[in-house]
């Protein structure tokens, strides 16, 4: 007859606890010991029990084993403390060579603005107009950009409206008064020299 399989959790009842504990350890202790003849390996198992009550088994002595546990303990973690200090070293370096990035910008940002100039040499001076001018070159075919961009949509606007609103619109703009500004130009210098002559016959 086959078993079923046993849930492993908890057992509830405390006499159920303790046999199976008795029963369980012993079966631990067993397995240790084949492991070791068969394997021809050093074993050794520790247990305690719920109320504190030490059990152990070793195949060999088990001071020296736990000797012997203690130097691979202490090289393990000697070992993983020195990769975390220098895992941590390497993030401080790597935090200061951040920060001066930081600085140098904020420096680069200040010059720009025309601010802590005057430890700049002439070379250095020279560089930030040229990368001023760089700047405004930038900004103003930026702009122009915008600018041809915005006409461009204007034209096409005005070329998706019906016919009739387009000559309704060029007739809008021939009609709008427009200013003789020349006219008034000349007409006014003209006025200018007449006043500034003379009559012949106060000459």
């Not at 390497?90 to 001066?100: C, G, R, T």
């Not at 990368?131 to 915008?146: F, P, Y």
């Not at 096409?156 to 009739?164: M, R, T, Y």
Request: charged share 35%; proline share 1%.
């Amino acid at each position: 007859m086959v078993k079923g399989k046993i849930e492993i959790k908890r057992i509830e009842n405390l006499t159920s606890r303790q046999v199976t504990f008795s029963k369980r350890r012993k079966g631990l202790f067993k397995k240790a010991h084949e492991l070791s003849v068969l394997c021809d390996a050093q074993v050794a198992a520790i247990v305690f029990s719920q109320k504190g009550r030490l059990y152990d088994f070793a195949s060999s002595d088990m001071q020296k084993m736990m000797e012997r546990c203690e130097i691979h303990r202490n090289e393990y973690f000697g070992a993983e403390n020195l990769r975390k200090q220098q895992y941590v070293q390497e993030l401080k370096n790597e935090m200061v060579i951040m920060a001066d990035k930081i600085e140098l910008r904020r420096l680069h940002s200040r010059r720009l603005m025309g601010q802590d100039l005057d430890s700049c040499s002439v070379e250095e001076l020279n560089e930030i107009i040229s990368k001023i001018e760089k700047s405004l070159t930038n900004v103003r075919s930026r702009k122009a950009k915008l600018n041809e961009d915005k006409i461009e949509k204007l034209k096409e606007e005005f070329e998706a409206q019906p016919l009739w609103m387009q000559s309704r619109s060029l007739k809008s703009e021939k009609s709008a008064p427009s200013c003789d500004c020349g006219n008034m130009n000349i007409s006014d210098v003209e006025t200018e020299l007449s006043i500034g002559l003379r009559p012949e016959s106060q000459m």
